[in-house]
């Protein structure tokens, strides 16, 4: 099966709200989100994170304000941001409105614990005079008491409960520009919460679970619940909420995206072979070595290092470009063909000439320039590497054949 032709860019349809320049909903291209953990108030140090954020990924940055120098501080970094800037809001109505007089480009609400109707509706038309969206953040760790209790728990019912009564109150003073978050820490509970969400509503959905930790775990936690909603159709944006640098959360959030199909890749997609004992290369190393010096370049293609020039090439025949190692060589290869032949310490740095190359001339032209005598060499080095080892690099058939003896001497070898 060609695995390109699969997509799963089909999409349950959303409303469309622009968060600032970025459009989320209605068929735009899924967004990434990752949060700073500045303080607001240091403008320059927010900054240079919200830089940091939007070159790994991020299409959208929230910044708490949860004191009056947050907000003031946001009044600096919103017009310089390279990105649109939401407010994160807990308990504080008048930050709300402080972080609105900002010029934030779209509010978080947490309506677990900004309670009461009246702010709630104050807060919404301020944002609708201003165009500015919302968020319903509901989160199963600070869900309203009220509903805790009705419920049973932070129930997937109960956190959509709760974004539909406050989208009520958002009826209520005809403010429609909402997105909707129901996350959980439990994967289960808040892949069946955003299930349950999406059938509820039309409004777009971002995507998270919270509090996921550390590295890897919550790389994983946060991957198993995003990706099974996103290839369910579900989900508008997403957030990665890592106990890391956010610049992973970001950077994870796009890798996501791009391994999916549901955005373009802008840079490099390393793949590797997992290495086995025909390996003829510390594949690890050589991929770390291959992915830095790659990264510094920001090409975007797809480059494989394989272990062996057994398999590789045919292997990793769709990537635009790799290296396979094989009797003290490199054998290079762009789409499976073998284009040219160097010393193995030299395989890293062919391998990023190639890249650039591949960049300024395009893959036919590189295709065009190959070495003839490459493929020949590739093919003595197939066949010599075989002759070694045959075809039974872990050797069963030899052992299969020593317990046959063993079987037929009656038990002495
Ligand atoms: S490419 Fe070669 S070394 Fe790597 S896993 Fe496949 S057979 Fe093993």
Redesign the pocket.
Known sequence: MDVTAVSLADRRPTRRINVGSVPVGGGAPISVQSMTTTKTADVEGTLQQIYALAAAGADIVRCTCNEQAAAEGLAQIVPRSPVPVVADIHFHVEMALAALEAGVHGLRLNPGNLRKPEEIKLVAREAKDRGVPIRIGVNAGSLHPELYERFGGATPEALVESARMELALFDEVDFHDVKISVKASSVPTMIAAYRLASETFDHPLHLGVTEAGPLPGGLIKGTAGIATLLAEGIGDTLRYSLTADPVEEARAGRQLLEALGLRERRGLDLIA????????ID?ITVARDAQEALDALEVPIQVAV???V???PG?ARHADLGI?AGRRRGHLFIRGQIVRVVPEDEMVAALVEEARRIAEEGIEARLAARDAAAEDVAAADRAALLENRGLD?NRSGERIERIRRRAGDGGAE
């Open positions: 072979c997992p290495s086995c004992g025909r390996a003829e594949v394989m272990g062996c057994v398999n590789g292997e396979a690099a």
